[in-house]
DNA sequence: ATTAATTCTTTACGCGAGTAAAGTTTTATA
DNA sequence: TATAAAACTTTACTCGCGTAAAGAATTAAT
C-alpha cells in the first residue's frame, strides 16, 4: 500500500480511508485513486485490514444444511441482500449436527463479524451456547426460533399459514390429517402442529395426527417409508393429507405413486396430498404439490435489515422482537 | 499470545509452533499448552496469523449452484475430505454466472488460499482468467473440465456412464433416444451427447436426439417444457429416453405424468425415462428414476488428494493429468 | 557419564494495514 | 476576497503473530 501510495500520488492514510469506505473521500481523489488502481492493480491484504479493525465487513450466515434446496433458497436470497449493503456474506452449513453449528459460530467468532446470521438446528442446538453466541455477536436468528435467545427472530407465520391451507382443504374437500414427524428437530413443526389443531377446532373438526417415526434430516425417506406404511394400511380418517413440510410431501407422494394410489383432484383419485414451504421441486413433484409459500424475499430482507438495525446499534441488545411474515398458498395438482 | 505464554509458562515461538502444527513440539509441553488452554481458553487471532504465512491454510471449493443438490452433495464430501488433512474449506458458488465466479476467484486469491478446488461453470467460464488463475493458485478443476486449462481434472468417465445405461437400455428394451439441451453450458453434456452417438454406433443403432430450446441453468423447467412438448407431439422415434442429467429427467418425468404417459418398466407403461448422476431426489421421482451414479467419493477424495500433490509440488505445473472414474448403473423403476 | 541431537527460551524484527495527531492544502460559505 | 470547514499529507505508533538467530535446557545415543 506504501509503494501504491508512492506511484499515486496519495497518501497512504487517505488510501486507507478510500478502501473502507470510497465515499468518504472527495470525488476528485476518488476518481484519482480509481484512475491508478486500473493502472497498478492493487488489492489491500484481506487479514491485514481485519487484524485492527474491530468488526470486519464480514456477515456470517449459517443454515442447518446447505445441501437443502430451501435451505439453499433462503441463503441465497440473504446472501444477494448483504452484498447490496456492501458486506461480505460468509455461508456456513452445519449439516444438521450440533457440533458443528458450534464449531461453525466459534469460526466466524475468530472471523469478527460484524454480525451473523443464524437459522439454528432448533431443538438439537446448543442452547446455551447459541445464547452466549448471540450475547457477544449481534446476531438474527431467522426460519426457526428458540425460545429465549437474545436475539430478534424473522420467520414465518405458521399459524396464518397452516391456517389457510386448512381452511382452503376443508373448503374444498374433507379435512386434512396431519401428517409430521413424531418428535422433530425444527421448532417450526411444533408450531405447524398446534397451528393445525387450532385451525381445525376452530371450524368444528376433529384434528388428526400421523407421527413419523425417525430422526434426522432425511425427510423425505421419512416421508416416503412412513407414508407407504399408512397408504397400505389404508385406515386414513380423511383422504386428504396436510404434511408438515415439503420434503415429508415428497417422499409421501413418491410412496403414494408406488402403491399405485391416485392423488389429486381429479375424480379418479383418492387421495388429497398438501404441503408446507413450496420447496423448489414441490414444482415437479407427481402430481405437482399444492402448498404454502413462505416469502423467501421478505424473510430475506427483514434479516438483514434487523441486522443491521443490531449492528447499528438502533436497537438494545435484549430487544427480542419477533417479525412473522405470512405465507401464501400455492394451489397446484395434489390438493 | 504474549499473556498466554506467561500465563501458561510456556515461549511465544513455541506456542506459534504448536498452534501451526501441535505434532511439532515435545509432548510433554504439548500437553502442558493443552492444559492451559482448557484453562484460559486462548484462541490465536485469525488474521494476524494469515498475514505472515505465505500460504494459509484455507482450501477454496467453488461449484456452479450451491443450491443445486449435486454440487451440494459433491460440495459436502469435498469439505469433509478437506476437513481431515487439518486445512479449512471455504465454500462459493457462482449462481451460473461467470462475473460470480471471477469474482469468486478474485476473492480467494486475497485470502491467499493453499490451494482451489474448482468446478467452473464450463461454456460460460472465462476461460482466459481461470487458465490464468490455475497458474498462480494451485488448483485442481473437478466435475467439468476446460480443455487446455493448465490443471489436472477430475471427473467422471462419461464414456463409461453412458455405454453402460446405453447398453442395459437397448439389452432392456427398444434403444433410447436422447434428451438434452441444445446448448449446454456445460461441458460434459458435449460428453455425454457424444458417448451415447458412438456406444448407439457401436451397437448397431441410429442415434436420435431431442434437443431442448433454452438457456440457463433451470433444467427441470426445460425438461418439463420440452418434455411436454415432445410427449403430446407423441412423435417420439423410441419408446425410450435417455436424458443428459437427472434435472432434464425429473422435469420430462413431469410432463409425463401431467400428460397421463405411463413411465416405467410395467406392462401397461409406454414409454421409458433414464437419466445421468443419481441427484438426491431421483429417488423420489415417480417412477423412482434409473440413473448412473457418479462416483462422489472416488472423485471428491482424488481431486483433494491432487490438490494436495500439487501444493506440495509433487507435480508439475504443466501436468495436465485427467482422473476420470467409472459410473454405477442405477436400477430404478422409470427403466 | 559424555556427547550429540532435540527442543526450548530469549531477543528482535517484519508483515500490511488501521488510526491518531498535527500541520497543510483545498473547497465551500459569507 | 477573507474565513471557516473539509479534506488531505506527514509522522508515528499499534495490532497479533510469524520467524530467524543464538544460546540454554532437555532428551537420546554412545
Chains 1, 2 share one sequence.
Not at 94 to 123: D, F, Q, T, Y
Not at 165 to 184: A, H, I, N
Not at 233 to 257: E, H, Q, V, Y
Request: charge should be negative.
Amino acid at each position: 500500500m506504501e509503494d501504491f501510495a508512492a506511484v499515486s500520488g496519495i497518501s497512504r492514510p487517505t488510501l486507507s480511508k478510500f478502501f473502507n469506505d470510497p465515499g468518504s473521500v472527495r470525488v476528485s481523489t476518488k476518481k484519482r485513486i480509481e484512475e491508478a488502481l486500473e493502472k497498478y492493480d492493487y488489492q489491500p491484504n484481506l487479514y491485514a485490514i481485519n487484524q485492527n479493525r474491530r468488526l470486519t465487513k464480514n456477515i456470517g450466515v449459517v443454515v442447518p444444511y446447505l445441501s437443502d434446496p430451501f435451505f439453499a433458497k433462503i441463503a441465497r436470497v440473504i446472501e444477494d441482500n448483504i452484498l447490496e449493503t456492501g458486506y461480505k456474506p460468509v455461508l456456513l452449513g452445519s449439516h444438521g449436527r450440533p457440533e458443528l453449528e458450534i464449531e461453525n459460530l466459534e469460526n466466524l467468532r475468530s472471523i469478527k463479524p460484524a454480525g451473523v446470521l443464524l437459522a439454528p438446528l432448533g431443538r438439537a442446538s446448543d442452547r446455551a451456547h447459541v445464547d452466549t453466541f448471540c450475547n457477544d455477536v449481534p446476531s438474527v436468528l431467522f426460519d426457526a426460533n428458540i425460545d429465549g435467545i437474545g436475539a430478534p427472530f424473522v420467520g414465518s407465520n405458521n399459524e396464518q399459514s397452516v391456517g389457510i391451507m386448512v381452511d382452503y382443504l376443508c373448503r374444498t374437500g374433507e379435512p386434512p390429517t396431519f401428517f409430521e414427524m413424531k418428535s422433530p428437530t425444527n421448532p417450526n413443526a411444533f408450531k405447524r402442529r398446534n397451528a393445525y389443531i387450532a385451525s381445525m377446532e376452530a371450524l368444528g373438526h376433529e384434528p388428526n395426527l400421523i407421527q413419523a417415526a425417525g430422526e434426522g434430516w432425511e425427510f423425505e425417506e421419512i416421508g416416503f417409508q412412513e407414508g407407504r406404511r399408512v397408504v397400505r394400511g389404508g385406515k386414513l380418517p380423511t383422504n386428504t393429507i396436510l404434511c408438515s413440510n415439503d420434503r415429508l410431501a415428497i417422499g409421501f407422494l413418491s410412496a403414494a405413486f408406488e402403491e399405485g394410489v391416485r392423488v389429486g383432484l381429479e375424480p379418479e383419485c383418492t387421495l388429497r396430498v398438501a404441503g408446507h414451504d413450496d420447496h423448489p421441486f414441490s414444482r415437479y413433484t407427481c402430481p405437482t404439490l399444492t402448498t404454502v409459500s413462505q416469502d423467501y424475499e421478505a424473510i430475506a430482507k427483514r434479516s438483514v435489515e434487523t441486522l443491521f438495525e443490531r449492528i447499528e446499534g438502533k436497537t438494545t441488545a435484549d430487544s427480542q422482537e419477533e417479525t412473522l411474515f405470512d405465507g401464501r398458498l400455492v394451489m397446484r395438482a395434489s390438493a
